[in-house]
């Protein structure tokens, strides 16, 4: 009796694990996307001036360059939503809005009502929203908008049988307004980013565009809405000729990670491989994978000069930060840059290379935004935009720490070892 009942308990237990081992193989790989990702070394013949970069980028990141573009570039907070208004206030045919973070009596409050007002008047408005990044927003915000006629998609809602939920999230920042015009850039639909930095509202850039690239944009939006809600947006209302010529050429980029391409890293790396002088980088979480890591240790020891901009300890998420500084130490003593914006939480995601080609959207220099999140960036090629954005850059330098390779190796023993333990537990999802 003794051997049958011992025999039971360990088929028992082998079944258990079994059946543990099972779950969290379905877990885990419900919640991974499928990783279609440059692995090796890209190497690039020519900088980021020359004509083939714009032709073989067309390829690479997916979208076509389009020219004749203008963009209206916002610094504060109060800036870009004032901007936001206006043109949601003039609006005649369509909005279409998509966001992460949509919370808060002095941002959400406002959003809602202007989307309300330009519904009851007629505007077909469409606002797509991360589930999670809305979580604290009022249930009377979402009661405004369906009321007056807003179609609100509330996306990605966590559920026990679709993990994924959970991991992948869209973090995009799109506006298009009638078809005409866009915003996109780093700032969420939340009470954060209203106040300006200088009195701790969060550092951010967005840009407002006109031009042909807003169709790109749409499309963007387009994308996600058929994913959410399995309905296509078409019609003139939406998508508008532009006939301008003179204006920058803007290219569109988009990632999502059930297409399993990452194609935002990619146009990165590529950037990267191209640069002969400079690269600046400025960005709210940093913890890219290895091979990124060697893209810019690579373009260092050519000779480029890299400078990286982070928060410093007013970010958000302090854990991040300190698994970060995990990653320094390779780069500092290659020579890179590595700055913390002092004054407040530097959210801003961008890169400039040489002074002329320029990325900005929603994109964080992390694992989570290259592999799990629904991101869209905008990059531009010239040399008068790339040095204005050159001198905000420079400018933010003005208010941030410079870390030096002493001052790394003397960090805190918990800094350094939280970091460590963050870094290899969770990194890839950071």
């Known amino acids: 009796m003794l051997f049958k009942f011992t ?34 070394p890209v190497s690039v013949p020519y900088s980021v001036t020359d004509p083939q970069f714009m032709l073989e980028s067309n390829q690479i990141s997916g979208r076509a360059w389009t020219m004749g573009n203008q963009i209206e570039i916002l610094k504060r907070g109060s800036e870009i939503f004032h901007a936001m208004y206006n043109d949601i206030g003039s609006a005649e045919r369509s909005i279409t809005k998509e966001t992460y973070n949509f919370y808060g009596d002095d941002v959400g409050v406002p959003m809602a009502e202007s989307l309300a007002e330009a519904a009851e008047r007629g505007v077909k408005v469409n606002f797509l929203m991360d589930f999670i990044g809305s979580t604290p927003a009022e249930n009377g915000l979402f009661d405004t908008m369906r009321d007056a006629g807003v179609e609100v998609e509330r996306w990605r809602k966590p559920a026990w049988y679709q993990i994924a939920r959970f991991n992948h999230r869209t973090h995009r920042k799109l506006l298009m307004i009638d078809g005409r015009v866009a915003y996109t850039g780093g700032a969420n639909t939340a009470d954060p980013w209203l106040p300006d930095h200088s009195d701790g509202g969060y550092k951010d850039y967005h840009f407002r565009i006109t031009g042909p690239a807003v169709n790109e944009l749409q499309g963007a939006f387009s994308e996600n809405w058929v994913s959410s809600r399995g309905e296509l947006i078409t019609g003139p209302e939406y998508y508008t000729n532009h006939d301008s010529e003179d204006g920058l050429a803007v290219q569109v980029t988009t990632s999502n990670p059930r297409e399993g391409q990452k194609l935002v890293r990619t146009m990165m790396l590529y950037a990267i491989a191209s640069a002969s002088e400079s690269i600046r980088i400025g960005t709210a979480y940093f913890f890219p994978d290895a091979q990124f890591i060697e893209a810019m240790l690579e373009a260092a020891n050519r000779g480029v000069q890299i400078q990286l901009l982070m928060p410093g300890e007013n970010i958000d998420q302090n854990f991040v930060r300190l698994a970060s500084q995990s990653l320094w130490g390779p780069l500092l003593e290659a020579g890179v840059e590595i700055y913390e914006y002092q004054p407040t939480m530097y959210h801003a995601k961008m890169m400039i290379v040489d002074d002329y080609f320029v990325t900005v959207g929603s994109t964080n220099f992390d694992n989570r935004s290259f592999r799990l999140n629904d991101e869209t960036n905008i990059s531009v090629l010239d040399a008068t935009f790339g040095e204005t954005m050159a001198s905000y850059y420079l400018d933010d330098l003005e208010d941030s720490e410079r870390i030096t390779l002493e001052q790394w190796e003397n960090r805190p023993v918990f800094d350094r070892a939280w970091g460590w333990i963050v870094a290899r537990v969770v990194g890839p999802y950071l």
């Open 7 to 40: 025999l039971k308990k360990l088929i028992a237990g082998i079944f258990g694990l079994f059946l543990l081992f099972m779950i969290g193989s379905l877990l885990f790989f419900n919640a991974t996307p499928v990783d279609i990702r440059v692995t090796e």
